[in-house]
């Protein structure tokens, strides 16, 4: 099965810092036997990644020299000694089941992480770009050919040239839909002229069947390429758009625009990595033009959101970092 084989080659891992804050803690869970447990470390700017390995006596890890700011923190066993997370290997997030942003402003402790079996399957395979952008590249994965809705899994490659292996998780066993992208402006959102590819075509997306007790697919393949404006991954929505939320990462306010073609009745909600609806922030007719609505994260803990505009039976979504 393929592997993330060539992150670690690309990664960043000496950053020049000016704060030099540690965070430390406890790994728990995994299987039995002898086996390196690692930690990925990445910050919400994505600029780089930290990974290190926790002490195989007492599984305990820590990192120093981090910037002040965000982190998202990973950890999995590495049961078959591949170096990189494999998907049928036990892992966890910082957050438990719904990974949260770790925000750094001095040392930090007792940031443990449960490793526990993946519940849910996955899907690999090679990403290859011969363009000059740069950027992380993303696969996005859908239950719905059109890829409406809310995004059903993921993965991302963190080499800054669109070029090495990724895995991408999944939260159910069925069939999906995916494709890529390299996010050259660092909005987290697919924009019309980024390096894309779809796996299969536009027109005719190839399923991807994830089945419990199977092997993961691991040759689903992307070939980033300019993408003009006629031929979007995403659905083609005409009628409204939604843009980037400002400012992002946030805290604990952020406002998300939008604009209608038309007088048109609408809803925007914000949910959670899990789907679950946290706020509403907009709903009812509104006129053609530009709008504005406010995401408050007060009371909302630390982590990615998802900025969801609907309308006439159609979606779009935006990503929010609340980052306390």
């Not at 159910?172 to 996010?183: C, K, Q």
């Not at 400002?246 to 899990?274: Q, W």
Request: hydrophobic content about 35%; proline content about 7%.
């Amino acid at each position: 099965m393929a592997r993330l084989s060539t992150l670690a080659c690309s990664l960043l891992l000496t950053v020049l810092t000016s704060y030099g804050f540690e965070i430390s803690g406890t790994l728990s869970g995994g299987t039995g036997g002898f086996s390196l447990k690692y930690v990925y470390i990445v910050p919400t700017s994505l600029d780089t990644v930290y990974i290190t390995i926790a002490n195989i006596l007492n599984n305990t890890y820590s990192q120093d020299e981090l910037d002040e700011g965000g982190y998202m923190l990973f950890a999995f066993q590495d049961v078959d000694f591949s170096f990189t997370p494999g998907i049928d290997e036990p892992r966890g997030f910082y957050g438990g089941d719904i990974p949260q942003v770790l925000d750094v402003s001095s040392d930090t402790s007792d940031i443990d992480i449960e490793l526990s079996d993946p519940n849910a399957g996955g899907f690999s395979g090679e990403i290859v770009y011969e363009g000059t952008e740069t950027g992380a590249t993303y696969v996005i994965a859908s239950r719905v050919p059109d890829f409406s809705g809310f995004p059903s899994g993921g993965g991302l490659l963190f080499s800054q040239d669109g070029n090495g292996e990724y895995t991408a998780l999944v939260d159910s066993f069925g069939t999906y839909y995916a494709y890529a992208y390299m996010d050259v402006n660092t909005n987290f959102v697919y924009d019309i002229g980024e390096p894309y590819d779809m796996y299969g075509t536009p027109e005719d997306p190839e399923p991807i069947v994830i089945e419990q007790g199977e092997q993961y697919p691991d040759d689903v393949d992307f070939e980033l390429v300019p993408v003009p404006d006629a031929a979007s991954p995403t659905p083609v929505v005409r009628e409204f758009k939604v843009g980037s939320p400002y400012p992002n990462p946030f805290n604990p306010t952020t406002s998300i625009p939008f604009s209608l073609d038309r007088t048109m009745e609408m809803e925007i909600v914000a949910r959670d990595v899990l789907g679950r609806t946290v706020a509403t922030l907009a709903r009812g007719m509104f006129a053609a033009g530009e709008h504005s609505v406010t995401f408050d994260g007060n009371g909302l803990a630390t982590g990615i959101y998802w900025i969801e505009l609907r309308a006439g039976g159609m979606h779009v979504n935006t990503p929010a970092i609340l980052v306390k």
